[in-house]
């Protein structure tokens, strides 16, 4: 019983456990290297992890030198297949050009929640010595959605990108598109009413939607009728970036009651050579954004933009958080300079003096989720202190739709699932 409860607790919390020898079971999805292949007849999609130079500690590059995947929910969990669970299977890096620190591993597509890592099972800090190093250099990403987001569900991702989307998918079905307010955080009813008609006739024709300027992502926007979640945007080649922004960093307390600092970040299009950013292609991105590149690839910012550069050559969109910080959301950004090469780790959040331990789950969570999460929902990893990890019921996107519509409020926040960045 104790192995199960702390199997659940995992996701999102360093294992307190010692490095145990993995043993392949009938499974065999456990390659020699550690790292993961698909067992038969399992689904599964492509993830791409950018690892940054903060997580490459002298600990790291003498024992580890790859990233790790863990996974908590759906086919083939680490658990199954070694005889322990974290921190999960090894990634192993991808080749390509003078990229070095980009990873690359199938994830089963029934997984609704994963974790990167630097596969450094941490176990618990000492005063000094092997231990401690091993403590010190462990870094893990919170839980983070595995299957899709959909309409606005992570703040990334701006009301004009799904504009785009939903504009398109109105073109499928031969409708009009949707009379589209300015305001960038909240849907009206009479959106509302317009994009529901257009997921309806979406259903009806079975539409399988594709928008080829998106190029290598031109099928990741799909329309979700498993959850009835509308439209939904697929990870599926894209990759997952960590922010060192110190104001994404949370405070696990969940096993380690002295706290371990759990980083945050998003899913972002991979455009090769270590860029990413929000839009599908850097074409599509120039042109939403007003981002432009010399002919060294620096980045040029439009006059008078909301945008600006950090110290690692990130694009970042400042806004006023509802506590009244400054919050940054990465916009486009290169992995392969600063961000690789910068070994400093960011100065994280204060660990309390007092931790609070998270308290094991008295009744056992849904049987598809370690949060009570329920299939293809994805939950808010920066909500919850202890891990990210927050059960927020699962309202399907025809009855957000359908309290919008009727409801006295004459607007709808996107909060039913977003992400507070």
Excluded at 117 to 131: A, R, V
Excluded at 254 to 261: N, Y
Excluded at 269 to 280: D, L, Q, S
Excluded at 338 to 354: E, F, I, L, R, S
């Amino acid at each position: 019983m104790r192995k199960r409860i702390l199997s659940v607790i995992l996701a999102g919390a360093l294992s307190a456990s010692i490095v145990a020898t993995g043993v392949v079971t009938a499974s065999a999805t456990k390659n020699a290297d550690d790292t993961y292949t698909p067992s038969a007849g399992v689904d599964a999609k492509t993830y791409k992890f950018a690892m940054p130079g903060a997580w490459m500690r002298d600990y790291w590059v003498k024992n580890e030198n790859c990233a790790g995947i863990y996974w908590w929910t759906g086919s083939d969990k680490p658990g199954d297949v070694f005889s322990h669970d974290w921190p999960g299977y090894k990634v192993k890096t991808v080749t390509e050009g003078d990229v070095k620190n980009l990873y690359s591993t199938p994830v089963p597509a029934d997984a609704n929640q994963i974790i990167f890592s630097n596969h450094i099972d941490g176990g618990m800090p000492n005063t000094e010595g092997f231990l401690q190093e091993r403590f010190d250099a462990a870094c893990q990403i919170k839980d983070t959605p595995a299957q899709y987001y959909s309409f606005m569900e992570s703040s990334y991702y701006t009301k004009g990108l799904w504009k785009y989307v939903w504009d398109k998918a109105a073109d499928a079905v031969e409708m009009d598109h949707v009379n589209w307010s300015d305001d960038e955080t909240q849907m009206t009813k009479d959106e509302a009413t317009e994009v529901f008609a257009i997921y309806e006739e979406l259903k009806d024709q079975e539409i399988e939607l594709e928008i080829p300027e998106f190029g290598d992502y031109s099928k990741n926007f799909y329309v979700e009728m498993e959850n009835d979640d509308g439209i939904a945007q697929s990870f599926d080649n894209m990759v997952y970036v960590v922010n060192l922004d110190p104001n994404t960093m949370t405070i696990s307390t969940t096993i380690v009651p002295e706290g371990k600092i759990t980083y945050g970040g998003d899913w972002f299009f991979y455009y090769g050579n270590g860029e990413y950013g929000i839009w599908p292609t850097k074409d599509l991105l120039k042109e939403n954004t007003g981002i432009d590149f010399d002919d060294q690839g620096n980045v040029i910012l439009p006059t008078d933009s909301k945008l600006i550069i950090d110290d690692y050559g990130t694009v970042n969109q400042v806004y006023t958080a509802k506590d009244g910080t400054q919050q940054r959301l990465m916009v486009y950004g290169n992995f392969t300079g600063k961000y690789y090469k910068d070994k400093t780790v960011p100065q994280g959040p204060t660990v309390p003096t007092a931790a609070p331990t998270t308290a094991a789950p008295t009744a056992k969570p849904d049987a598809t989720s370690a949060t009570g999460t329920t299939k293809g929902s994805s939950t808010n990893p920066s909500a919850n202190g202890a891990n990210g990890a927050v059960a927020t019921g699962d309202f399907s996107f025809a009855v957000v739709l359908f309290v919008v519509v009727i409801g006295a409020a004459g607007v709808f926040y996107f909060s039913r699932k977003k992400y507070n960045k």
